[in-house]
Each structure stands twice: as structure tokens, then as C-alpha cells.
């Protein structure tokens, strides 16, 4: 044991001082790779992932969108829309997952759980669930605030809010509106329109919506349940 | 997402590379609707020429705002600013493409498609000098009303929302630096040797002068070399050029073109004042044809086959539209001119680069969110509009209430704008 402490202990000693050697020669240019490697970098991960993460989101990928999400930016959680636009698209991507997956996301073979942090992601819980659904809410939210009468956010803003009781009434008075202007943008959007006209009795209102719904994803799964429709 | 690439993106620009100053529209425009017929009868009509009118000057220091205003600067040089940053400008960001000193480490793939998408946007004239050269009026409605003077280059000079007023400010501040020049009337020259001094001095390589007998060259670009393509490419139709100069200034530019504008393409060719006035005089003098009319292509009917979202991005949204309306959130915050403001217009916050972005419309002059789908008085589609409007203006007949897209690009072919209505029918599937 001891050696093997001994050994563990003059590595990380080693492995130190080369770090310094090289990190105390180099300037902050060079130590991001100028130095030592003839081209520059071209791919910013982080936008690399997003951009996977908003290509995963459009195909119903939901897991798939967390996944990309979390690993390059596993502090989203703790990040505003308004730092900037790179978090404002990681924001979007994962609260409309975390809506689309009625706040339940199991991204636990998507993301390793040293990376994950929050195991709340999951919703294996009731609480966390809720939980999430209110954080996408809340961040679907701020997005709004910075990206202002966008129906991009408007409508995936009221797509999360449908899936709370005590939202469904705020979720309602968007998407008409928008619906007055043909202004919503999704499937999805004229999905959960159809549901909640049919929650309030208007049948025919809730088919309006559904047969635009089919008309744009008409060979995917999205529009085929509008619950009391 | 790769940096070149986002740059590409941006090079909304493409969009948007001119032929001279900026345009306009004469009155500020309601929001979508024509108060017309969306698609105007084909017609024998030629492009305006500017009307011979008295030029009256007007605030130069308000036109070089406006200058800097309409971001003249990102596809001209000489305009008494800067050029503009390489990412917002046009010309130098395609020919840096075109040199491969854009985006050098980017893959050789991405680099050759770079450059097959930008090759015929690479030059603007320059503006420089513009007063020794150019009349004022004829620049002032030149801005108004902007008509193809540069048949072999690709691009044009775009319709800019310009009231008449800004119009002679700014060809006010553009031609400030005028010279006196004694007028020449009658112009004492032999039209005649003009014309075989025309054809002596193979003007036709570069020009061609619409209206007349045919000059023995034609200008073609593709046979052009690197050094010559410019000049070829921004070379004007002499059919202009009776608008565009004075005799006084004819003879002089054709003297010494470079003593008036260092930068130009024009050579000097050992032309004794005889000569330039004989060719003045042929210019200037010679009975012009008329044009021929360039019909307005026949709308085609809609397809009677499903057309899915991803076909009308590739064929047509991907191939222009996104390079000036995209999300500035994914073009780190410059979501191009059509979204986030540009060329003098304020931001419409129109994005093309993705299936939810098109179907968040924009924003209108009241203000308000529109859908492109909204339909017009005649029942077509605002999108549609726009892209045979288009159409209209290359024909010379353009729809005042409608600006057509896209801006200062060919207008889109009969083909792809069958496919968006057939798209827009069918309901926009994903």
C-alpha cells in the first residue's frame, strides 16, 4: 500500500512539474496550441455540440439534444440567458427536451454522472420532474425576455408551459395568438394548440389546429393524439 | 459549428454586392401589401435611363450620413469611409475566398465550395472620384431607381428604401469633389471615325454598347483572366454612358482615365483630343435602339408532387436567402442585414437558416410580427411576392410596395419559386 501510495504520489510530481515546464514557456496564445501545432483551431466545441444538440432536438432526439447539451456545458443550469448567445441556444435545446419529456430526461447513457451533476435531470421523481418542467418554464422565460417577440420561444414557451396545470391558461392565450398571425412554428406548437382548444370544449378549434399539425409533420407521431379532441 | 463557416454564413453580404452607390424606393412603403397586381404583364419597356433634368444640389453633409448610413462602404470602395470589416464586407471577404487567404485552414471541400458559391461576387466599383466622372443626376436617380449598367456582372445594385431627398444628398456628398469642366456644345468630332476607332481599340473586350451595331469582341468573362476579370465584369454598357457623363468629362476620362481615378480598370490608350472627340461624339450622339424587353418568366403552376421543407432549403433558402436572414444567436450576434439590419434597413429579424425560423416571419414596417406566408391581395404569398418581384425588376418594371428578393441578387429561377408555392400549398410540411 505504501509503495503504492509512493509511486502514485512522485507521478503526480512528475506529471506537475512537465506542466510547468511547458505551461511557464508558452505564451497564452501558444499554450491553446500556436506553438506547437501549424494550423488553428477551427472547431469551438461548445458550438459544435450545440449545434448536434439542435439537430438531435429537430429530429425528436430528445436524450440525444440533453446529452450534447450537458456535456459541453454541464453548468447550464446554473447559466442566464442574457450571458450570451451560445447559452441562449443550449438553454432552448434543453428546456424544450426537458418539456417534450414531460420533464423526465434520462440521459444516464448519454452523459456520464460525474459530468450530469444534478441527478434531477433524470425525473425519476415526481418532485423532479415538476421541478424540471419549471426550470425549462423559467429559462424559456428569460430567453423570452432577451430575444423579445420571438415566435420561436413564444411557442416553445407555451408548449412547456401546457405541460403544468396551472400554466395551461398562460399556454392557451400564446399560441392563439400567434395562431391569429400563422405565426407558430412547429408541429409540436399546433399539437399541444389542439389539445388545449379540446381540454376547453372547442372541438372544431382543436381539429382546425390538429389538420394544420398533420399538414406539417403529417407522417410523424407528433400530432396523433389530441386528447378530447 | 466551424468558424470559416459561420463567417460564410455571414457573407450575407453575397447577397448584396452593388453596381454603384444604394437605391430606395420614393415613398416609405405601407407593410406587405401591393396596392397592384403581384405580377406585371411582360413588357417592351427598356431600364429607366436617368431624365435629363437640372441638377439641383442638395445637403452634402446629410448625404455622406446617409452614405455611412446605407453601409455603402461594404461593397464599394472610394465612399469617404473605411472599408467595412471583413466579415460585413461583400467584395473583399469573396475575394479573399477566391485567393484562398479566407479561411485557410478550412477543409480543401469546404474551400472549393466556398469558392464555386462566391466566384461571380467578387467586384463593386469603386465610387471613388465619382464627381469628375459621373453627373449628379444621373447618380441621384441612378440611387432611386437602379437599372443593370453592368450587363457582364453578376450582381447589381440593390433597391435601398431612399426617399428622393437622400437620394440628392447623397449623389450631392458622392459627387462633391467635382471639377470644372468647360462645356462642349456642339461636340466637334467625327462620330464616325468614333466608331471605327471603337472597334480600332477593342473597347468591345470589355464593353458592350447595347443599342448599336454590334462591336466586332464581346466581353466574357469566363475567358477572362485574373487580372482582366474586373475590368471585364465592371466595365459598363457605352449605352449609359451619355447619362452617365458630360462630353467635357468624356473626353477627359478617355484622355487619362487614370489621372481622374488611379484605381480603375480603364487603360489610357494614346488618344489624341481629336480622337476622344470623335469617339465622344459617337457615344454621345449616335441613335441608340431600343432595348430588347425582357419578358417577366411565366409563373409556373404548382407541383402536383409532395415538396418537403428540406428540398426548398436546398434549392432555394440555402442557396441564397440565409446569407442575409439567419438567427444571430448561431452567427455570434450578426444574424445578416435581413434579420439584423443592414443597407439603411432596421432589423426584420427574418430568418431563413432553419424550418421554425422561416415560420416565424418578421417583422413588418408597422412594427408587427408577420407571417412570409400572409397572402397578398391577389391571394400569393409575401414570400412569393417577394421572389417574383424579383423577377419584375430585372425586367425593368419594378413593384413599387414590394422590394424583391433576392436584394440585388438574379432573381430566383421560375423552378425554384414553383417549388416554394408548391411547398406554401401543401401546408409547409417539415
Same mark, same amino acid.
Given at each position: #500500500? &505504501?509503495?503504492?501510495?509512493?509511486? !502514485?504520489?512522485?507521478?503526480?510530481?512528475?506529471?506537475?512539474?512537465?506542466?510547468?515546464?511547458?505551461?511557464?514557456?508558452?505564451?497564452?496564445? +501558444?499554450?491553446c496550441g500556436g506553438?506547437w501545432i501549424d494550423f488553428e483551431m477551427l472547431l469551438d466545441?461548445?458550438?459544435?455540440?450545440?449545434?448536434?444538440?439542435?439537430?438531435?432536438?429537430?429530429? !425528436?432526439?430528445?436524450?440525444?439534444?440533453?446529452?450534447?447539451?450537458?456535456?459541453?456545458?454541464?453548468?447550464?443550469?446554473?447559466?442566464?440567458?442574457?450571458?450570451?448567445?451560445?447559452?441562449?441556444? $443550449?438553454?432552448?435545446?434543453?428546456?424544450?427536451?426537458?418539456?417534450?419529456?414531460?420533464?423526465?430526461?434520462?440521459?444516464?447513457?448519454?452523459?456520464?454522472?460525474?459530468?450530469?451533476?444534478?441527478?434531477?435531470?433524470?425525473?425519476?421523481?415526481?418532485?423532479?420532474? $415538476?421541478?424540471?418542467?419549471?426550470?425549462?418554464?423559467?429559462?424559456?422565460?428569460?430567453?423570452?425576455?432577451?430575444?423579445?417577440?420571438?415566435?420561436?420561444?413564444?411557442?416553445?414557451?407555451?408548449?412547456?408551459?401546457?405541460?403544468?396545470?396551472?400554466? &395551461? !391558461?398562460?399556454?392557451?392565450?400564446?399560441?392563439?395568438?400567434?395562431?391569429?398571425?400563422?405565426?407558430?412554428?412547429?408541429?409540436?406548437?399546433?399539437?399541444?394548440?389542439?389539445?388545449?382548444?379540446?381540454?376547453?370544449?372547442?372541438?372544431?378549434?382543436?381539429?382546425?389546429?390538429?389538420?394544420?399539425?398533420?399538414?406539417?409533420?403529417?407522417?410523424?407521431?407528433?400530432?396523433?393524439?389530441?386528447?378530447?379532441? | 459549428m466551424m468558424r470559416g463557416g459561420r463567417l460564410l454564413?455571414?457573407?450575407?453580404?453575397?447577397?448584396?454586392?452593388?453596381?454603384?452607390?444604394?437605391?430606395?424606393?420614393?415613398?416609405?412603403?405601407?407593410?406587405?401589401?401591393?396596392?397592384? =397586381?403581384?405580377?406585371?404583364?411582360?413588357?417592351?419597356?427598356?431600364?429607366?435611363?436617368?431624365?435629363?433634368?437640372?441638377?439641383?444640389?442638395?445637403?452634402?453633409?446629410?448625404?455622406?450620413?446617409?452614405?455611412?448610413?446605407?453601409?455603402?462602404?461594404?461593397?464599394?470602395?472610394?465612399?469617404?469611409?473605411?472599408?467595412?470589416?471583413?466579415?460585413?464586407?461583400?467584395?473583399?471577404?469573396?475575394?479573399e475566398i477566391?485567393a484562398g487567404t479566407f479561411g485557410r485552414n478550412a477543409p480543401a471541400t469546404e474551400r472549393a465550395r466556398w469558392?464555386?458559391?462566391?466566384?461571380?461576387?467578387?467586384?463593386?466599383?469603386?465610387?471613388?472620384?465619382?464627381?469628375?466622372?459621373?453627373?449628379?443626376?444621373?447618380?441621384?436617380?441612378?440611387?432611386?431607381?437602379?437599372?443593370?449598367?453592368?450587363?457582364?456582372?453578376?450582381?447589381?445594385?440593390?433597391?435601398?428604401?431612399?426617399? +428622393?431627398?437622400?437620394?440628392?444628398?447623397?449623389?450631392?456628398?458622392?459627387?462633391?469633389?467635382?471639377?470644372?469642366?468647360?462645356?462642349?456644345?456642339?461636340?466637334?468630332?467625327? $462620330?464616325?471615325?468614333?466608331?471605327?476607332?471603337?472597334?480600332?481599340?477593342?473597347?468591345?473586350?470589355?464593353?458592350?454598347?447595347?443599342?448599336?451595331?454590334?462591336?466586332?469582341?464581346?466581353?466574357?468573362?469566363?475567358?477572362?483572366?485574373?487580372?482582366?476579370?474586373?475590368?471585364?465584369?465592371?466595365?459598363?454598357?457605352?449605352?449609359? $454612358?451619355?447619362?452617365?457623363?458630360?462630353?467635357?468629362?468624356?473626353?477627359?476620362?478617355?484622355?487619362?482615365? &487614370?489621372?481622374?481615378?488611379?484605381?480603375?480598370?480603364?487603360?489610357?490608350?494614346?488618344?489624341?483630343?481629336?480622337?476622344?472627340?470623335?469617339?465622344?461624339?459617337?457615344?454621345?450622339?449616335? &441613335?441608340?435602339?431600343?432595348?430588347?424587353?425582357?419578358?417577366?418568366?411565366?409563373?409556373?403552376?404548382?407541383?402536383?408532387?409532395?415538396?418537403?421543407?428540406?428540398?426548398?432549403?436546398?434549392?432555394?433558402?440555402?442557396?441564397?436567402?440565409?446569407?442575409?436572414?439567419?438567427?444571430?444567436?448561431?452567427? #455570434?450576434?450578426?444574424?445578416?442585414?435581413?434579420?439584423?439590419?443592414?443597407?439603411?434597413?432596421?432589423?426584420?429579424?427574418?430568418?431563413?437558416?432553419?424550418?421554425?425560423?422561416? #415560420?416565424?416571419?418578421?417583422?413588418?414596417?408597422?412594427?408587427?410580427?408577420?407571417?412570409?406566408?400572409?397572402?397578398?391581395?391577389?391571394?400569393?404569398?409575401?414570400?412569393?411576392?417577394?421572389?417574383?418581384?424579383?423577377?419584375? =425588376?430585372?425586367?425593368?418594371?419594378?413593384?413599387?410596395?414590394?422590394?424583391?428578393?433576392?436584394?440585388?441578387?438574379?432573381?430566383?429561377?421560375?423552378?425554384?419559386?414553383?417549388?416554394?408555392?408548391?411547398?406554401?400549398?401543401?401546408?409547409?410540411?417539415?
Open positions: #500500500m &505504501k509503495i503504492a501510495k509512493y509511486i !502514485g504520489t512522485r507521478a503526480l510530481v512528475v506529471a506537475l512539474g512537465a506542466f510547468a515546464v511547458v505551461g511557464t514557456t508558452t505564451t497564452d496564445a +501558444e499554450a506553438a466545441f461548445r458550438d459544435h455540440g450545440i449545434d448536434q444538440a439542435e439537430e438531435a432536438l429537430e429530429e !425528436g432526439r430528445y436524450e440525444a439534444a440533453a446529452g450534447y447539451i450537458i456535456r459541453v456545458m454541464p453548468h447550464v443550469r446554473q447559466l442566464k440567458a442574457s450571458s450570451s448567445p451560445e447559452v441562449r441556444r $443550449a438553454l432552448r435545446v434543453l428546456s424544450v427536451a426537458t418539456a417534450r419529456s414531460n420533464g423526465q430526461l434520462k440521459i444516464d447513457r448519454e452523459v456520464q454522472s460525474w459530468v450530469m451533476g444534478q441527478k434531477e435531470w433524470m425525473g425519476k421523481k415526481s418532485e423532479d420532474r $415538476a421541478n424540471n418542467l419549471e426550470w425549462a418554464i423559467n429559462s424559456l422565460r428569460s430567453i423570452d425576455k432577451v430575444k423579445k417577440d420571438d415566435p420561436v420561444v413564444q411557442t416553445e414557451l407555451a408548449e412547456a408551459l401546457a405541460k403544468v396545470d396551472a400554466h &395551461k !391558461g398562460e399556454a392557451r392565450e400564446i399560441l392563439e395568438k400567434l395562431a391569429k398571425k400563422d405565426l407558430i412554428v412547429s408541429a409540436e406548437g399546433y399539437a399541444v394548440l389542439a389539445e388545449l382548444r379540446a381540454e376547453k370544449g372547442d372541438s372544431k378549434g382543436s381539429k382546425l389546429a390538429m389538420d394544420q399539425c398533420r399538414k406539417i409533420d403529417g407522417e410523424s407521431t407528433v400530432c396523433g393524439t389530441a386528447r378530447k379532441s | 454564413a455571414r457573407l450575407p453580404l453575397l447577397a448584396m454586392v452593388v453596381a454603384l452607390g444604394c437605391k430606395t424606393e420614393r415613398h416609405p412603403v405601407p407593410s406587405p401589401e401591393p396596392s397592384a =397586381e403581384v405580377t406585371p404583364p411582360p413588357s417592351a419597356a427598356p431600364p429607366p435611363v436617368a431624365a435629363k433634368v437640372a441638377f439641383v444640389p442638395g445637403d452634402a453633409a446629410h448625404g455622406k450620413k446617409l452614405v455611412e448610413k446605407f453601409e455603402c462602404s461594404r461593397c464599394h470602395m472610394g465612399t469617404g469611409f473605411e472599408p467595412a470589416r471583413l466579415d460585413q464586407n461583400c467584395v473583399t471577404c469573396h475575394q477566391m469558392k464555386k458559391t462566391v466566384a461571380d461576387y467578387q467586384d463593386a466599383p469603386s465610387l471613388a472620384a465619382m464627381g469628375d466622372r459621373l453627373e449628379p443626376e444621373w447618380v441621384m436617380a441612378y440611387i432611386l431607381e437602379p437599372h443593370d449598367v453592368r450587363p457582364t456582372l453578376v450582381p447589381s445594385m440593390p433597391r435601398l428604401d431612399v426617399t +428622393e431627398k437622400q437620394a440628392r444628398d447623397m449623389a450631392t456628398y458622392l459627387t462633391a469633389n467635382r471639377k470644372p469642366a468647360k462645356k462642349i456644345s456642339p461636340i466637334k468630332g467625327d $462620330a464616325k471615325k468614333g466608331r471605327r476607332l471603337l472597334e480600332d481599340k477593342s473597347c468591345g473586350s470589355c464593353h458592350l454598347f447595347t443599342g448599336v451595331p454590334d462591336l466586332p469582341m464581346k466581353p466574357d468573362p469566363k475567358e477572362a483572366t485574373k487580372e482582366t476579370r474586373a475590368g471585364t465584369v465592371l466595365a459598363p454598357d457605352l449605352r449609359y $454612358a451619355r447619362d452617365r457623363y458630360s462630353p467635357a468629362n468624356m473626353v477627359r476620362w478617355l484622355l487619362d482615365p &487614370k489621372s481622374i481615378k488611379p484605381d480603375t480598370n480603364m487603360p489610357a490608350h494614346s488618344l489624341t483630343q481629336a480622337d476622344a472627340m470623335s469617339l465622344t461624339a459617337y457615344l454621345v450622339e449616335t &441613335k441608340l435602339a431600343p432595348l430588347p424587353p425582357k419578358p417577366i418568366p411565366k409563373r409556373l403552376p404548382v407541383l402536383d408532387r409532395k415538396v418537403k421543407y428540406e428540398e426548398v432549403d436546398e434549392k432555394v433558402f440555402h442557396v441564397t436567402c440565409r446569407h442575409c436572414h439567419a438567427d444571430p444567436d448561431a452567427l #455570434m450576434g450578426d444574424g445578416g442585414p435581413g434579420n439584423t439590419g443592414g443597407f439603411g434597413f432596421p432589423p426584420r429579424k427574418l430568418d431563413f437558416s432553419t424550418y421554425r425560423g422561416t #415560420m416565424a416571419g418578421y417583422v413588418a414596417k408597422d412594427g408587427e410580427r408577420h407571417s412570409v406566408f400572409e397572402k397578398m391581395k391577389d391571394g400569393t404569398p409575401r414570400l412569393v411576392a417577394s421572389l417574383l418581384a424579383r423577377q419584375a =425588376e430585372e425586367a425593368g418594371k419594378p413593384i413599387p410596395d414590394i422590394r424583391g428578393m433576392p436584394l440585388g441578387l438574379p432573381a430566383a429561377t421560375p423552378e425554384q419559386i414553383q417549388i416554394v408555392e408548391t411547398w406554401i400549398a401543401q401546408g409547409r410540411p417539415r
